[in-house]
T-cell receptor
Framework: DSGVTQTPKHLITATGQRVTLRCSPRSGDLSVYWYQQSLDQGLQFLIQYYNGEERAKGNILERFSAQQFPDLHSELNLSSLELGDSALYFC????????????FGPGTRLTVL | LAKTTQPISMDSYEGQEVNITCSHNNIATNDYITWYQQFPSQGPRFIIQGYKTKVTNEVASLFIPADRKSSTLSLPRVSLSDTAVYYCLVGRMDSSYKLIFGSGTRLLVRP
């Protein structure tokens, strides 16, 4: 158990809908990262927040957004969903210091029908 | 971030030592080398990290030659539960560091 929690575990929705994925980092970790893993793209970095502020952006679509709240939990919002958004979405956390390692949550499996 | 190259797949048998080599010819002076393990439908798990020479922990060893253009993850006496994908990552570890995963090496451990 990495100490990172993600909800929900599974999500099934239809094209055009909007969903919110939630992540609670390990206690004391200030950084939260979001990754998408699909069969054809592998693990892709989406976005990072550090202590409430956006720190780095990866291949995140404009239809996707995220935020980190004062209690350090984070939400990833996915809107206007397309079939291709079906994937595993992982959240990871770290203490944000140099040479840190990232601890991954169990993921949310999103299926868009 | 330095590009990494590692074998797509490897087969082994229980009890054997497995060595997975990763090439990173363009590694920069400030870059560290990190290995992650991922089981199906689970998040990646940190295994080991190093900068140079050899690092050992309770799970694995990491060998890094002096030129640092490659590294080798060594798993002693593998078991069936070590069947997973292993990712080699190279890059600076700062507060804005984003992990760039390649294709990884699929290790299959047979009985």
């Amino acid at each position: 158990d990495s100490g990172v929690t993600q909800t929900p575990k599974h999500l099934i929705t239809a094209t055009g809908q909007r969903v919110t994925l939630r992540c609670s980092p390990r206690s004391g970790d200030l950084s939260v990262y979001w990754y998408q893993q699909s069969l054809d793209q592998g693990l892709q970095f989406l976005i990072q927040y550090y202590n409430g502020e956006e720190r780095a952006k990866g291949n995140i679509l404009e239809r996707f957004s995220a935020q980190q709240f004062p209690d350090l939990h984070s939400e990833l919002n996915l809107s206007s969903l397309e079939l291709g958004d079906s994937a595993l979405y992982f959240c990871a956390s770290s203490d944000g210091l140099a040479r840190d390692t990232q601890y991954f949550g169990p993921g949310t499996r999103l299926t868009v029908l | 971030l330095a590009k990494t190259t590692q074998p797509i797949s490897m087969d082994s048998y229980e009890g054997q030592e497995v060595n997975i080599t990763c090439s990173h010819n363009n590694i920069a002076t400030n870059d560290y080398i990190t290995w992650y393990q991922q089981f199906p439908s689970q998040g990646p798990r940190f295994i080991i990290q190093g900068y140079k020479t050899k690092v050992t922990n309770e799970v694995a060893s990491l060998f890094i030659p002096a030129d640092r253009k490659s590294s080798t993850l060594s798993l002693p006496r593998v078991s069936l539960s070590d069947t997973a994908v292993y990712y080699c990552l190279v890059g600076r570890m700062d507060s804005s560091y984003k992990l760039i995963f390649g294709s990884g090496t699929r290790l299959l451990v047979r009985p």
